[in-house]
């Protein structure tokens, strides 16, 4: 499963709030994602990392910002968050190369209040 | 733009092969077929990817048809941690892959 490591498992917080989610791997992977989960949206992709400190959005991307100032961590930040933002959250890494597989972390559930 | 058919739902009995389908039109010619799985409440799990031609693993066979339009996802003998929702996905091998999650079948294996 690649050590992936997500923290924290769960939160809860208020609107307005801000919110750092870390996705934390052992492996050296190149690129990392962040993905949210909502009923009946499947997963739909935040924004990726393709190497320290290069980041891009993906398709959900409003809302959210992330760093990656090592290989190993990833960050997603809520600014300010939202009821809408109310979801699952996971992290994905995959090895660089002729690597295929994406490898998921266990998820953290987020309830904005 | 998951660009891929899937039914919504399956169920297949213990025991038996669980074949799933996935409809891909209009896939391009660099672009890969993937499975994932997500068991209640966990992160996806890879499966098996192929371009065009058959594979096979510790955990599934993955069937492509000649045209690449269609593929067909067997577990060879389901057992009851297989019910799962199943994704197939298409995308280039190449750079970030940016996976596209469509509403995947859920498939249930029933004793």
């Known amino acids: 499963d690649a050590g992936i490591t997500q923290s924290p498992r769960h939160k809860v917080t208020e609107t307005g709030t801000p919110v750092t989610l870390r996705c934390h791997q052992t492996e050296n992977h190149r690129y990392m994602y962040w993905y949210r989960q909502d009923p009946g949206h499947g997963l739909r992709l935040i924004h990726y990392s393709y190497g320290v400190k290069d980041t891009d959005k993906g398709e959900v991307s409003d809302g959210y910002s992330v760093s990656r100032s090592k290989t190993e961590d990833f960050l997603l930040t809520l600014e300010s968050a939202t009821s809408s933002q109310t979801s699952v959250y996971f992290c994905a890494t995959r090895g660089a190369g002729g690597t295929y597989e994406q490898y998921f972390g266990p998820g953290t559930r987020l309830t904005v209040t | 733009d998951a660009k891929t058919t899937q039914p919504t739902s399956m169920d297949c009995a213990e025991g038996r092969a669980a074949n799933l389908p996935c409809n891909h039109s209009?896939?391009?010619?660099?672009?890969?077929v993937y499975w994932y799985r997500q068991i209640h409440s966990q992160g996806p799990q890879y499966i098996i990817h192929g371009l065009k031609n058959n594979e096979t693993n510790e955990m599934a066979s993955l069937i492509i048809t000649e045209d690449r339009k269609s593929s067909t996802l067997i577990l060879p003998h389901a057992t009851l941690r297989d019910t799962a929702v199943y994704y197939c996905?298409?995308?280039?091998?190449?750079?970030?892959?940016?996976?596209?999650f469509g509403q995947g079948t859920r498939l249930t294996i029933n004793p």
């Open positions: 996905i298409v995308r280039p091998s190449q750079g970030a892959q940016k996976l596209v």
């Open positions: 209009t896939i391009s010619g660099n672009e890969y």
